[in-house]
């Protein structure tokens, strides 16, 4: 019976695994991939000290055609406010909201994380003429594609964080991108681990670009190095989802030698799960979550921390006053994505914020922080 069990777990390990793979082959862009890594090494135009107006190689196109005398009423569709890291985005947002008077109004709806409802939400918004412009950040790549080409028709559009498959928004703003980050993990891996060594990869969802961007650019890596991933699993951002599965290869194989993560909200989870097993620690990649940089300062782990900053939450809404205002913005507003560390882990550590608080908000001189935030 041990020995069909067993069988069996392989199986669906490999079906898993198989899966992701093809699934990544469908998002691989080489020349975006070269681009994200030559990005990293770029400088950023714009004021030193505030990355969330800086821009990577910027295009910057004429936006006189949507100037409209303020206040102005500005609409959020977002994905969803589900897990720590969209709620410290979220939390800056509001923030950021708040520092521009012209904005009278803003509009948000949650689609917790349903591709249907935020469609629904996208056409509620559309048909209550209110807006004047829409900010998008998109569950999924695919399915929000139409909804976003509708809303282009009517009002200009800002997507941010997650993108979709057409250039019709006036500007499409995020981090240098998820190639970078998959990359940069992968990496560290490949130099911390002989040739030869197990690799589990622990993934969010499927069908989002730049989650499977972060995985097409390590897996190809990994295969170079002559690493074995011995899974790629789905683990869908849930802490004990996470330890079950680390749990699951731990058995099957007995050693894992590296943990790599295409986010890290539940990295603590996973080392737990090794822990809890008596197995040594992992070379591990995580995000700037308070927990994780403490658990890492704390047990001293081999690590290292690729960022998708939270401070991306303030810039769709300083280019929605821009575009109202009739300014030149970047049609692919590229900020900085730096990465944490050994070397730099000291000065993200934050002992007066919460344990999901992400270390890059860029919120630490807005209005009511850290309360705000959940900090003291």
């Known amino acids: 019976m041990h020995r069909l069990l067993t069988a069996l ?38 004021p030193e000290g505030q990355p969330w107006i800086q821009a990577i190689a910027p295009e910057y196109i004429d936006t006189s055609e949507y100037a409209t005398e303020g206040p102005w009423t500005v609409c959020f569709s977002n994905a969803g406010v589900n897990n720590p890291w969209r709620v410290v ?40 003429g209110d807006c004047d412009i829409l900010i998008v950040s998109p569950n999924t790549t695919a399915a929000l594609t139409p909804a976003v080409e509708a809303a282009c028709e ?9 993108g979709v498959n057409t250039d019709c928004p006036v500007s499409f703003i995020k981090p240098i991108g998820g190639y970078a980050f998959g990359a940069a993990a992968a990496n560290f891996i490949v130099e911390q681990l002989p040739q030869g060594g197990n690799v589990l990869a ?17 897996e190809r890596i990994f295969a170079d190095a002559g690493l074995r991933v011995v899974g790629a699993e789905f683990a869908e ?30 990295a603590v989870a996973a080392i737990e799960a090794f822990e809890d097993f008596g197995a040594p620690y992992p070379i591990i990649t995580g995000e ?37 205002s009739g300014e030149d913005v970047p049609s692919f507003w590229v900020l900085p994505q730096p990465v944490v560390t050994q070397e ?14 992400y270390a890059l908000c860029g919120c630490e001189d807005m209005p009511g922080f850290p309360e705000r935030w959940g900090g003291r």
Not at 9 to 36: H, I, M, N, R
Not at 240 to 266: F, N, P, R
Not at 305 to 317: K, M
Not at 344 to 356: F, R
Request: charged share 20%; no cysteine.
């Open 9 to 46: 777990t392989l199986l669906f390990v490999l079906a898993g695994l198989t899966t992701a793979l093809a699934q990544s082959g469908e998002f691989y862009d080489p020349e975006q991939l070269a681009f994200e890594l030559a990005a990293m090494d770029m400088e950023p135009e714009g």
């Open 89 to 128: 985005g979220y939390t800056t947002m509001e923030a950021e909201v708040e520092l521009h008077p012209d904005i009278a109004t803003f509009v948000h709806v949650d689609a917790e994380g349903s591709d249907n409802k935020q469609i629904s939400d996208i056409s509620g918004l559309l048909a209550s």
């Open 154 to 162: 009517q009002l200009p559009v800002i997507v941010f964080d997650r």
């Open 202 to 218: 622990l993934r969010i969802l499927p069908g989002v670009d730049v989650l499977e961007h972060r995985w097409a650019g390590a």
């Open 237 to 266: 951002g849930s802490n004990a989802m996470t330890k079950s599965i680390v749990e699951d290869y731990l058995q099957l194989y007995g050693t894992i030698d590296a943990i790599w993560m295409d986010a890290g909200a539940t």
């Open 288 to 324: 700037d979550q308070q927990d994780f940089l403490l658990k890492w300062q704390e047990e001293g782990l081999t690590a290292v921390a690729p960022t998708f900053p939270t401070y991306q939450w303030r810039t769709p809404i300083i280019a929605a006053t821009m575009i109202l």
């Open 344 to 357: 730099t882990l000291e000065s993200y550590i934050q002992p007066n914020m919460p344990p999901l608080h």
